[in-house]
């Protein structure tokens, strides 16, 4: 009886000891955590970070959404469209090997729809680019919307999203290893169609 009566008051001490943590665990907020369970109102949730767009300027995509057109199938929608101009048709006709012919340039978005439009350049057998067509990649096939004949050209987006063209310009005095100038043109989609906004002429040193 004198032990019970010793340990009657440890008991009740440990028992509101425990009362008092579970209390204090619940009116801060800061008990466990459920995994799984959704937050209360009011509570203090950090949003995910959203994932950075693929888009480097308003006309260039670094990563285009859909897959690039294959260069096969680029020559057949060409030698089918009726506005191809002949120097390309005899080129493509002749072109079994299509890296022979075809190479792809840079993915931009110069219509602005957020759907790439695909550079493509035509050579020779050399390696000589003397044009380019600006492919679009609609759900129905690709389509040939802009095309310039211009050798050896570098075709880029501008910040501004319009497409700069790039190429070397000859006078009778060069050699063929070293042009004398350049010309930058821009071109600009309307709603239709590419057209020419400004051309520059550069002189070499």
Known sequence: MRMQRLLAPAVAVVASLAAVVVLTACGS????????AEPSEGSSVIPPVPATSATTSPGVLKTPPVPLVPLAQVRTKLLADRGLDGTARGVLTNCTVI??????????DVMHNGIPQQVV??????????????IALEPAGPRR????????PTIKASPQGDL???????????????PSGS???????????????SSTDQKGD
């Open 99 to 108: 890296s022979r012919c075809l190479r792809q340039g840079p993915t931009v």
């Open 121 to 134: 350049y035509i050579h020779t057998l050399e390696k000589f680019v003397f044009g380019a067509f600006l």
């Open 145 to 152: 919307i802009w095309s310039l004949r211009v050798d050896q």
């Open 164 to 178: 700069v063209v790039e190429s070397p310009t000859f006078t009778t005095e060069d050699k063929s290893c070293c």
């Open 29 to 36: 907020g800061s008990g466990l955590r459920v995994e799984g």
């Open 183 to 197: 010309k930058a043109e821009v071109y600009r989609w309307d709603g239709r169609q590419m057209t020419r906004v």
